[in-house]
């Protein structure tokens, strides 16, 4: 082979290695403190988001001290794209409660990477309960939809689960509280991916339970801040395939 040309190719695979080591891997792991792959992963989502769901994040700027440290993300739950669109405008991950029958099988290693706490609504939550306490008492970021899946049909606020507002009294961290409208309703959660829309994610506060130890109260608090904001009617049957009598039933944490 031509040295000329032998030169070049080191010389190109040089400039390509240099430029991923010191401009684009730095650039990734900025994007995400988990890492540059979460940080790529995240560029392609935002650039996807942009595309086909035009998005809007309101009223984050007051709660990012928040979200510096342990929180809570709270949210009300329309579509699929919800937690995308949590995820979006951050630079750390969520890591999200999520029902098991929702994890669907070939996405093992998703799961994983992301550290997804299943949820099955029975006694095998208290350690995902513990954990989830862990995690956000150790500084991470906690994303709970406490109606427990995507409401049907939409534009309405089913009941918070329990287990939602007994970590809240646990975990003693701020609570971030969110609205999702505009988000696209499908009856498939995956169609609702590919569904042009035009999303609007409201932060709606910063909320402090360290001196509230009532689950009731707790539960009762989240719900009527989204509904007041939201204007949706409360609709107070549990979503099909949650058995809120078979979670935890303290409503006073000693």
Known sequence: MDPVLIGLLVGGYVVLALTYSWGLLPWLERRMESGAIDGFMVLLVNGWLRLLHRPTWLGFEPAADALRGGAILISNHGSGLDPFLLQAPLRRRIRWMM???QMYQGFDEVWRHLEVLPVTYGPADTGTLREALRHVQAGGLLGIFPEAGIARPPHELRPFLPGASLIVARAKVPVVVCWIEGAPYTENAFLSLLKPSQSRVHCLGVVDFEGE?????????LRDLIQRRSGWPLNDAPL????PAS??????VR
């Open 99 to 101: 029902a098991r029958d």
């Open 247 to 252: 979670g935890p039933r303290v409503q006073r």
């Open 213 to 221: 130890r009532d689950t009731a109260v707790i539960t009762a608090r």
């Open 240 to 243: 099909p395939g949650t058995t």
